[in-house]
């Protein structure tokens, strides 16, 4: 009887430790042509993606002109709006799609977008949030190099 249950608990294991590395780590992308990584899709997702980045632009646009104007109070809210808070709203399934390095390079940019917002309202420092800001759109150009986004039907 013991025996059968050590097999069943090992079966479990294994099945567990598969499902947690397809969703978890690797994600659905294939090499493309261009030479970057596709990140298999609905259009619904890729609608969904395609928003946070337009909304991470905004925020850009934002915190640049705010910082021209030594505004570093709308700098802030500007970078909150983007910030580790704005993780939540992304559906646990679409995060499951996406391949671990896009995953890090999206909890690194909302985790620099919050530190951006303190450092701003806290030092008020122009040279200081715009290097930060600099360093962030590192992300993104990392980002946009390695990855493209593809709608795949019956998904």
């Excluded at 069943?8 to 947690?20: E, N, P, T």
């Excluded at 909150?80 to 390079?105: N, T």
Aim: hydrophobic content about 45%.
């Amino acid at each position: 009887m013991c025996r059968i249950c050590w097999i069943l608990v090992v079966i479990f294991g294994i099945s567990s430790g598969s499902m947690a590395y397809k969703f978890i780590l690797s994600g659905d992308a294939i090499k493309s042509e261009d030479g970057r990584f596709s990140v298999q899709l609905t259009a619904a997702e890729r609608d969904l993606v395609l928003a946070e980045m337009r909304t991470f632009l905004d925020s850009v646009q934002k915190i640049t002109l705010a910082v021209a104007k030594n505004d570093f109070e709308t700098a802030g809210k500007a970078a909150r709006k983007v910030g580790r808070a704005a993780q939540q709203d992304m559906p646990g399934s679409l995060v499951g799609k996406l391949p671990l390095e896009f995953k890090k390079l999206g909890f690194d940019t909302h985790s620099k977008f919050t530190q951006l917002a303190l450092d701003a309202e806290q030092m008020a420092d122009t040279e200081h949030t715009m290097k930060q800001l600099g360093r962030l759109l590192e992300n993104c150009v990392a980002c946009h190099a390695t990855f493209k986004l593809e709608v795949v039907e019956n998904q």
